[in-house]
């Protein structure tokens, strides 16, 4: 039932931009680290060719996908609608992790509503793009975004984001490199 595509076209684009939570996952390369998979929200994704995309990361309590993507690469992305006509799609592909003052940095957090808590952009070369039945999905109703994040980036302040993400963004749990001290 699963179809591979070449690339992303207007029709998977549409769809992709519709689906109002996503989800990423990621690796060390260490047998002994941990895999880890992040859901994410917000207008924060965007498809930026037929083989690549990218999303405006924010800040939170860890730095596992950075981590993981500035080690080895790999990434999944997974999309899966939750309305009446099941669906999943992922991307596989290899990431770059960019930070302010960066060409793509700038690129791709234009596209979206600015955000306090924006910290890097995350962009993935795909290598493959597929999708599958979902038909395991359970049917639910999108009934909005949380604005707990922007509440909380918005009361510590642009020094406080940068107070918290020195502490607990620098490294991954496994004590992989994250975000650089101070950015």
């Known amino acids: 039932m699963g179809k591979i595509f070449e690339g992303i076209d207007e029709n998977l684009k549409t769809w992709i931009q ?3 939570m996503w989800f990423v996952a990621t690796a060390p390369l260490s047998d002994q680290g941990h895999v880890n ?3 994410r929200g917000h207008d924060s994704f965007s498809v930026l060719g037929p083989n690549q995309v990218a999303w405006v990361d924010y800040t939170g309590s860890g ?7 500035r080690e080895n690469g790999r990434v999944c992305l997974m999309f899966n609608s ?3 006509r099941p669906r999943i799609v ?5 990431g770059a992790v960019h930070l302010p003052g960066e060409e793509i940095f700038e690129k791709v957090v234009a596209l979206h509503p ?3 808590s924006t910290r890097a952009v995350i962009s993935v070369q795909l290598t493959r793009i597929s999708d599958s039945c979902g038909w395991g ?6 009934a909005g975004e949380r604005e707990l994040l922007r509440l909380q980036a918005e009361k510590k302040g642009a020094a406080g984001m940068e107070e918290y993400r020195a502490q607990k963004n620098s490294l991954s749990i496994d004590g992989l490199p994250g975000l650089p001290a101070s950015m």
């Open 82 to 84: 939750f309305d009446d």
């Open 37 to 39: 998979i992040s859901p």
């Open 114 to 116: 600015e955000h306090p």
């Open 137 to 142: 999905v359970p049917v639910m109703e999108f």
């Open 90 to 94: 992922r991307l596989h592909g290899r």
């Open 18 to 20: 519709r689906q109002p």
């Open 63 to 69: 730095v596992e996908t950075i981590a993981h993507i």
